[in-house]
């Protein structure tokens, strides 16, 4: 079994463990689900960095990353940096998140904010809302063209945006429909963890113009993203880069600095 399918399988039970506690109903009259979302894909049209900064404390691929940092420090270090939107993983057995993280971050921060999980079950997508995301992920290696049509129309009805996530030219023509704001390539493959930017060059001129592009993961220097730029993306999702230093707020702000 690859990694993917061994998270996707810990995930179901998890999340039906997670209903059994706090149920739907309850989580649509927490506080935060009554607010007001903020559009992480209305913001890339216009941004000139265009970064999205993630809080990632360890992965599959990489193992340990950092377990020394606050998350309010990281949301407003990464929010003073001028970074776009944060995205924050609440996987805890494989990334080391949680939900907790993404309260933390909302309650520090007026940044869009992504809720990185993977999804697989409309009740994580209230999850997402009640504990104060913007923005939902959807990847398209777990799911059916259904089931991405099901969670990103239920998605928009709760005002949250939504970022597609494809890594092959397959994945992507199974996912294209009206209900998506963002399409992000993942340059890493999450069944083998190759990362290759060629992926998002090669994907871009299949993404129709109505999308804001995003290239996601193993961004690692400011010429990779003026590499990227040409082939139309408007966003870039960067996660251990910033998260392996000491101070990741800062060395967001260098990178935005020698960006513009
Ligand atoms: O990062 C991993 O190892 C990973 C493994 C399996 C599924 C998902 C994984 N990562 C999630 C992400 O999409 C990245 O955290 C994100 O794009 C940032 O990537 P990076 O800048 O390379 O940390």
Redesign the pocket.
Known sequence: MN??DK?VKDKRIEVDLRKSIIPAKQLEQSVLFERETISLSKKLRHSKSGIIA?H?RR????SV?NHNLNVQDVASGYENAGVCGM?V?TDGK??GGSLDDLLIARASSNLPLLR?E?IIDEYQILEAKAYGADVI?LIAAILTRDEIKQFSEFAKQLNLDVLL?VHSEAELHKSIMPSLDMLGV???N?KT?E?SLETSKQLSQLIPDDFVKVS?????SVEAIKELKPYGYKGF?????F?KTDNPGASATEFIKSLL
């Open positions: 990694i993917l998270i993630e990632k992965s599959p691929s990489k990353i995205s993983l494989y990334f990185k993977f992920l996530e993942n340059n890493r999450l963890f990362v996601e993961s193993g961004i690692s999702l960067i996660g251990e880069n998260m």
